[in-house]
């Protein structure tokens, strides 16, 4: 070893190898703990979106994933990266300078968009069946 170092001064990892390197059985318990809270409410989510629990919520998740498949398809994904750190320092600033204007454009949005979801709730009676049958009960 010394013929490589050229010098006596020993190991130079002799520090590093001192220090232990196991985990105490608690502070791993505590992070499966951790971990465990924040999986089970987004497998929970992950499930009623595959297997159609809410339907609107289905067809929206559809749909932003069909929208992304093209999305990268087009971009690369530095690229959208690069959009995204942008718009992160950008939007708020628009958004203070122009606070009434898309306030008021949002409002709009948000009434059209609950019109439409009361359309198709309207339409496709799935929730319907089971609030039936429970008042029924």
């Known amino acids: 070893m010394q013929a490589v170092q050229k010098s006596g001064d020993g190991h130079p990892f002799k ?15 505590k992070a499966a703990m951790m971990l465990v809270e924040h999986v089970n409410p987004i497998a929970t989510r992950v499930r009623s979106l595959f297997l159609v629990e809410h339907l609107v919520d289905t067809v929206k998740f559809g ?14 994904g530095y690229v959208l990266l690069l959009i995204h750190w942008v718009l992160l320092f950008s939007v708020p600033k628009i958004y203070e300078t122009h606070k009434a204007k898309i306030d008021c454009c949002l409002e709009k949005a948000n009434v059209k968009a609950k019109e439409v ?21």
């Open 15 to 29: 520090e590093c190898l001192s220090k232990p390197m196991t985990t105490p059985g608690e502070r791993a318990e």
């Open 63 to 76: 749909v932003v994933l069909w929208v992304m498949t093209y999305l990268f398809y087009w971009f690369n």
């Open 117 to 137: 979801v009361a359309q198709v709730r309207e339409k496709i009676p799935i929730g319907k069946k089971t609030a039936e049958a429970k008042k029924q009960k």
